[in-house]
C-alpha cells in the first residue's frame, strides 16, 4: 500500500534553514508528481511546492518562492524541501502527499512532520 | 491566490444531508472543473473525498458527491453519520504558475 513518511521537521530559529525529506513507497515513484502542503496549528491547508514526475518543472506558493527548493531522488524514491530563511509565519505540520496523474489534484498524503521556527 | 472561501462551520443530525460551499474566482474553481474536497479528522492526515468536481476515489462512500455552479462548487454529504464529523477542505487548481488554492476548511458537527 502507498505511504509516505515525513522527517527533518524541528525547532529552528528564525533566519535558519531546514531539510525535510519524504519516503515513498508502495506505488512507482518515478510515474507520480508530488507536492508539500501544510498546515499552521489550528489553521488550514496552504499548498506549498510541487515537483513533477521527473524533476523538470517545479512550481512554488508565492510565500515560500525563492526561499524554499523541492527536489526528489529517484534512485531512493525520496522528495525533499529545502527551506531556507525561515520565519516565524512557517511554523507548521509540513505533509508530503502524491499527485494524482492528469487531475491536477493532491492525492495521498503522509502523517507530516512539525516545523518550529522560534527564538 | 486568495484562499478559497468556505462557512466556517455547519452541522447536521444523523440521517440527514448537508451541503458545504466553496467560493473562488474565475481564475480558480470557476476557469476548470479541478476542484477537490478532503476531510480530515483531528491528529489525522487530509483524506481525498473528491477530485475534479463530482469524482469519488475508490473506498469513498457515495454519501459523499460534488458539483460546481459557476465559481462556486459544493460538497454533499447524505444519510450523515457520526463519523462524517471533522473539517472538510475544498482545492482548486489555479493554473498562473500553476498552483493549487486550499478553502478556509469547514468544521462539520453530526448532533
Known amino acids: 500500500q502507498v505511504q509516505l513518511v515525513e522527517s527533518g521537521g524541528g525547532v529552528v530559529q528564525p533566519g535558519g534553514s531546514l531539510r525535510l525529506s519524504c519516503a515513498a513507497s508502495?506505488?512507482?515513484?518515478?510515474?507520480?508528481?508530488m507536492h508539500w502542503v501544510r498546515q499552521a496549528p489550528g489553521k488550514g491547508l496552504e499548498w506549498v511546492a510541487f515537483i513533477q514526475n521527473d524533476g523538470r518543472d517545479k512550481w512554488y506558493a508565492d510565500s515560500v518562492k525563492g526561499r524554499f527548493t523541492i527536489s526528489r531522488d529517484s534512485s531512493n524514491n525520496t522528495v525533499y524541501l529545502q527551506m531556507n530563511s525561515l520565519r516565524h509565519e512557517d511554523t507548521a505540520l509540513f505533509y508530503c502527499?502524491?499527485?494524482?496523474?492528469?487531475?491536477?489534484?493532491?492525492?495521498?498524503w503522509g502523517q507530516g512532520t512539525l516545523v518550529t521556527v522560534s527564538s | 491566490q486568495s484562499a478559497l472561501t468556505q462557512p466556517a462551520s455547519v452541522s447536521g443530525s444523523p440521517g440527514q444531508s448537508i451541503t458545504i460551499s466553496c467560493t473562488g474566482t474565475?481564475?480558480?474553481?470557476?476557469?476548470?472543473?479541478?476542484v477537490s474536497w478532503y476531510q480530515q479528522h483531528p491528529g489525522k492526515a487530509p483524506k481525498l473525498m473528491i477530485y475534479e468536481g463530482s469524482k469519488r476515489p475508490s473506498g469513498v462512500s457515495n454519501r459523499f458527491s460534488g458539483s460546481k455552479s459557476g465559481n462556486t462548487a459544493s460538497l454533499t454529504i447524505s444519510g450523515l453519520q457520526s463519523e462524517d464529523e471533522a473539517d472538510y477542505y475544498c482545492c482548486s487548481y489555479a493554473g498562473s504558475g500553476p498552483s493549487w488554492v486550499f478553502g478556509g476548511g469547514t468544521k462539520l458537527a453530526v448532533l
Open positions: 502527499a502524491k499527485d494524482l496523474p492528469g487531475t491536477y489534484t493532491v492525492d495521498y
Open positions: 474565475s481564475s480558480d474553481v470557476g476557469s476548470r472543473n479541478l
Open positions: 508502495g506505488f512507482t515513484f518515478s510515474r507520480y508528481g
